[in-house]
């Protein structure tokens, strides 16, 4: 039998994401884009009018709306990728079972976790990327080079999470387990890993509990990024907390699934 | 009793509008035993916001005022999330649920072959949803007294005011959901509740607003859900807290009224 190598497999697979989403883009609109702008007017603009623009109370930034702007981008990064790892995984092994059809082919699980993978980093590009453009013309962003470096980390926190949550859904047999891992995971990481308000404000126990969330070390640099206050080393340890999390990810993924469809 | 109607009736007797709440309530208890867990969790959304928002955030902001009294952001928030708690609860119960059971379960038609009438689901389904509700609300209210965030004995009343929010969210969203057609036009929800989420001054005054906009927002109902309970816990009640009771009740006795009119005219047609 001819065995593919990744990027052929990977492409094909991506084929069949690609014909997915043009068939349910729209369902994604309010979700995606609609959401988090007001989620931006409410905290950011509104409450952020109680609040004093103190850059020492703030993380370095000169009001709250900036100081609130890249954690919620980050913070609906995680929410964009965990949505497309849970229901769409487990849909595609237990309800529709198009992964078993696919494995019939010459794909391997390897290649439909790199297509799916690959899919949720293109909705992460697009979810953070049209976000972000449209909060610039509202002055959030201190360098014109900051953005970018925020985005990028916005988008590998992202994939953190779909690998992290692709390998526990390809292992879970009901899918009651995701009520429980969006109350005792999302939501708490969601409102307490800094997007809202700096880590500091929890006391010293649970701001080291928040540095040792993943969504906190992608909060940190998207912010960091587009305030311009940077702590290089800092940073630097983000991104390699990030980085070794992905490939551990990646393996947990590809092992889940390759388990859970062929032995 | 039993003796009249066997006399007067040829076909099976009817049961008891109480009788038919009570079988309804246990049939749904029996088949939510198994996911304990989600109930379990379903109490912590709110206490997170609290802590979030209302600790978190709050020291970040110097003083607040409500009717006039100065009160911690905390105080202000909690009461804000106990009323969207009763009404996010309602909503996940009456919109997703009821879908469920109305088109794939086909729940609904086989109870209706029973002497179960349309109004019998309508009750029956939304009093569950209120029972889970006060279960939380209760709890919540728990936290707040143990984070010194309630100021008044009137914070008694709160759990049967949140019971009367859940009341008239469910009635109107379960009559909502009667006319979805897919899981799609779930994201029209999404795009009613999160604004009321926000904008009913759950995080902020409503002095926040421009007048005008304040009007559009005095008139929706989770703002009438949400200053309730704020009057309430921080004692601050007046005869004008009636409005807000009022204008609950007639909202859920409507949306009600909606559910048994809409359910006779899918099923039993």
């Not at chain 2, 209302?54 to 804000?80: C, D, H, K, R, T």
Request: neutral net charge; charged residues 10%.
């Amino acid at each position: 039998m001819a065995t593919l190598t990744l990027a052929e497999g990977t492409s094909r697979q991506l084929d069949y994401w690609w014909t997915v989403y043009k068939r349910t883009w729209k369902a994604t609109i309010v979700s995606s884009f609609i959401s988090p702008i007001f989620y931006v007017l409410a905290m950011g603009v509104l409450l952020g009018g109680f609040i004093a623009g103190d850059p020492d109370r703030l993380e370095g930034a000169t009001s709250y709306l900036t100081f609130v702007v890249p954690g919620l981008v980050a913070a609906h990064a995680m929410q964009t990728a965990v949505g497309e790892t849970t229901y769409p995984v487990m849909g595609a092994i237990k309800w529709h079972k198009t992964y078993y059809s696919q494995i019939a082919t010459p794909l391997e699980p390897l290649h439909l976790v790199a297509g799916h993978l690959m899919y949720v980093l293109f909705r992460l590009i697009t979810t953070c990327g049209v976000y972000m453009l449209v909060l610039a013309p509202f002055g959030v962003f201190a360098t014109w080079w900051g953005p970018f470096v925020a985005f990028a980390a916005q988008v590998l926190v992202g994939m953190v999470f779909a690998v992290l949550v692709f390998g526990w859904s390809a292992r879970l047999r009901s899918e009651a387990g995701f009520g429980v891992l969006f109350r005792l995971g999302v939501i708490p990481l969601f409102l307490l890993s800094g997007a809202f308000f700096p880590i500091t404000n929890l006391g010293e126990v649970g701001a080291w509990l928040a540095r040792l969330t993943p969504l906190w070390h992608g909060v940190n640099l998207s912010r960091m990024f587009s305030v311009d206050a940077v702590d290089w080393p800092v940073a630097a340890a983000n991104v390699v907390v990030l980085v070794v999390l992905l490939v551990v990810g990646w393996f947990w993924s590809v092992s889940g699934l390759s388990r859970r469809l062929v032995l | 009793m039993a003796v009249q109607t066997f006399e007067r009736t040829e076909t099976v007797a009817p049961l008891t509008p109480l009788a038919a709440l009570r079988l309804l309530v246990l049939r749904n208890y029996v088949t939510y035993k198994t996911y304990w867990k989600l109930f379990l969790t379903g109490f912590l959304e709110p206490v997170l916001y609290l802590f979030s928002i209302g600790i978190g955030v709050g020291q970040l902001i110097e003083s607040f005022e409500f009717n006039g009294q100065p009160i911690s952001y905390a105080a202000f928030v909690a009461p804000g999330m106990l009323a969207v708690s009763a009404f996010n609860g309602a909503m996940m119960d009456s919109t997703f649920n009821v879908f469920f059971k109305l088109k794939y379960d086909k729940l609904y038609d086989q109870m209706l072959a029973t002497p179960l009438t349309t109004g019998d689901i309508a009750r029956g389904e939304i009093a569950w949803g209120q029972l889970r509700g006060a279960a939380y609300a209760a709890a919540f209210l728990l936290v707040m007294v143990a984070m010194g965030l309630v100021e008044s004995w009137w914070a008694v009343l709160a759990l049967p005011a949140t019971i009367l929010i859940g009341f008239a969210f469910s009635a109107v969203f379960m009559a909502i959901t009667t006319w979805m057609t897919s899981w799609q036009d779930f994201d029209k929800i999404t795009l009613a509740q999160l604004p009321l989420f926000l904008f009913s001054a759950t995080f902020f005054p409503l002095t926040t607003f421009p007048t005008w906009l304040q009007w559009v927002v005095e008139v929706t109902p989770l703002y009438r859900g949400v200053v309730l309970c704020r009057e309430l816990t921080t004692g601050s009640i007046t005869w004008a807290s009636g409005i807000s009771v009022v204008y609950l009740v007639v909202m859920g006795l409507v949306g009600l009224a909606v559910v048994r009119r809409r359910l006779d005219a899918l099923l039993l047609t």
